[in-house]
């Protein structure tokens, strides 16, 4: 091949290149989702959990429907839960918990008083009412000796697929929410491809 084709060859795959990072700039632009890699397996990554419209009326607070976690590749840090509270009045936590539905092991849960889910949390006994509307976001730190270290996902997976999400007030009133985690692991938690066994080929 002549050296003049070399040249081209490389020419077309560099603007190749180019485009197809244009193109996914552009997309990640008009989606405003914004993706970062970890650079290595154990950078944490938090992931925001999924929440509802506020319902009309409520008298306690409006939780997400799905947490949200600080995690890392192979391991589970914590477990993060937003709320919003009543459009009419303020009210006061008095204590939140999480429950192991399998194992009925109980994690209470801290403040987090920033937007940045790796500040230091704080006790709900610490905080102060939280106004109509108010948000608040709760942190479970899953591996209670070390939080540092975390959780394995499998040992996550066994101990915590199913929680019970425990919110008492201080008028007495109580949130008692299940939730299912395994969609956070559908290659632990569920059927997935494998490798077919029997020696054809398509």
Partial sequence: ?????????????????????????????????????????QQKTFTPGIGTPPLPDRQTIQWNEIFGTTRSVDLMFALFLDGKGPESRSVKLKDAFIESASQGDVIHMQVVGTDNPLDEPFPISEATLIPPNGFIRLIAQLNQRSPREGMPNKDFLEKWRNIWFNAIYEDGKVDRIPFDTSGYFPGLAGPHVTKRTDGKKD
């Fill in 1 to 41: 091949m002549a050296p003049s084709h070399l040249i081209w060859i490389g020419a077309i795959g560099a603007v190749l290149s180019l485009a197809i990072l244009l193109s996914g700039l552009i997309w990640q632009a008009r989606t405003g989702i914004s993706v970062q890699a970890a650079q290595n397996p």
